[in-house]
Antibody, heavy 120, light 113 residues
Framework: QVQLVQSGAEVRKPEASVKVSCRAS????????IHWVRQAPGQSLEWMGF????????QYTQKFQGRLTISRDTSASTAYLELTSLRSEDSAIYYC?????????????WGQGTLVTVSS | DVVVTQSPDSLAVSLGERATLNCKTS????????????LGWFQQKPGQPPKLLIH???TRQFGVPDRFSGSGSGTDFTLNISSLQAEDVAVYYC?????????FGGGTKVEIK
């Protein structure tokens, strides 16, 4: 079955960076895209960006332009999110999620989430 | 960006009764090529990631019980739970996936009355 397994919780100081990984299994990694969505405590879901795993094209929401990098390693079936210049409002659970095809925006499976805490 | 507005914020329904959740998009999310609305519904239980229930506004994802149904057209959509079960207690989010950036509604919390 489709599984997306994310790396563990992280604690960072303001202005630091964080990199979260998402290892996929149970399907052909290059046949589907990977989205990153975050959820602040008690809040709704916020889409951050997307990578077409097949051709490595990325798309980021404007809010995170310049601070966010989404990448992938096809040999390891793993996608990554890196967020720089962290601030307290970046404290959230970060989810990777599978798009229903390489370029699809429909999300059909989710990782378990990675808690990122930004605190001095 | 497409604004997605859900109502009500919370809903308390008796076991076995119907729950009706609403979702409105600020622009059409109808994809004329696929002839489908690019509107999905997700269920999120405490401490868990969201789970896809409905896509294309009305197509149940594999394995989703048939008490869940989606409908709607234009910019107004509805998720119905025909006979609420205890395991349906959750927050439900609608999402449009037609326009980038993908946007989610604020969620509707469903509880047992």
């Amino acid at each position: 079955q489709v599984q997306l397994v994310q790396s563990g919780a992280e604690v960072r100081k303001p202005e630091a960076s964080v990199k979260v990984s998402c290892r996929a299994s149970g399907y052909s990694f290059t046949d589907y895209g990977i989205h990153w969505v975050r959820q602040a405590p008690g809040q709704s879901l916020e889409w951050m960006g997307f990578i077409n795993v097949d051709n490595d094209n990325t798309q980021y929401t404007q809010k995170f332009q310049g601070r966010l990098t989404i990448s992938r390693d096809t040999s390891a079936s793993t996608a990554y999110l890196e967020l720089t210049s962290l601030r307290s409002e970046d404290s959230a659970i970060y989810y990777c999620a599978r798009g229903s095809c390489t370029g699809c925006y429909l999300i059909d499976s989710w990782g378990q989430g990675t808690l990122v805490t930004v605190s001095s | 960006d497409v604004v997605v507005t859900q109502s009500p914020d919370s809903l308390a329904v008796s076991l076995g009764e119907r729950a009706t959740l609403n979702c409105k998009t600020s622009q059409s999310v109808f994809h004329s090529y696929y002839k489908k609305y690019h509107l999905g519904w997700f269920q999120q239980k405490p401490g868990q990631p969201p789970k896809l229930l409905i896509h294309g506004a009305s197509t149940r994802q594999f394995g989703v019980p048939d008490r869940f149904s989606g409908s709607g057209s234009g910019t107004d959509f509805t998720l119905n739970i025909s006979s609420l079960q205890a395991e349906d207690v959750a927050v439900y989010y609608c999402q449009q996936y037609y326009h980038a950036p993908i946007t989610f509604g604020g969620g509707t919390k469903v509880e047992i009355k």
